[in-house]
């Protein structure tokens, strides 16, 4: 058994589904300028893809990074449950490799895999997004494993 002792959490003022919604907007409409409106400065973004990025300007770069290589990348919400301070979304997400991303040069081919998002909020804003899916489906959509 592991016994954590957690102190309490910072007082948020906003709906932190609200918050978690807006952020979606944000990545669908590629509107990035739009991330200080609802993530905090030392924002971190975890995921199986990026591994942790630390600091709102940098997972700006990152998303950036994305919409360069999946201009059609999309972030379809399924189911959303929500405590005071923690947001769980269970999503779908879908697009086309059609530029260089990690490394990786595009392959054209599409992707739609499902993702489970857990999302901290504090202070009225987006502390961290921990990101899990299966990262092997991923790359075998986009025809990057061997048979």
Do not use: C
């Not at 290589?69 to 769980?88: K, P, Q």
């Amino acid at each position: 058994m592991i016994d954590a002792e957690v102190g309490p959490m910072a007082e948020t003022t906003v709906d932190p589904k609200r918050l978690v919604n807006e952020y979606v907007e944000i990545w669908n409409t590629k509107d990035f300028s739009r991330l200080s409106d609802v993530v905090d400065e030392s924002f971190t973004f975890t995921s199986p893809t990026s591994g942790t990025i630390a600091g709102r300007e940098n997972v700006r770069a990152y998303a950036e990074e994305v919409e360069d290589a999946f201009s059609d990348f999309r972030i379809t919400v399924n189911e959303m449950v929500a405590g005071e301070n923690v947001v769980i979304a269970e999503s779908t997400l879908a697009g086309t490799h059609e530029g260089e991303f990690d490394g990786i040069p595009p392959t054209n081919e599409t992707f739609e895999i499902r993702d489970m998002a857990r999302f901290v909020v504090e202070d009225d804003k987006i502390q961290e997004e921990r990101v899990v899916f299966d990262r092997h489906d991923f790359f075998d959509q986009l025809g990057l494993l061997e048979d």
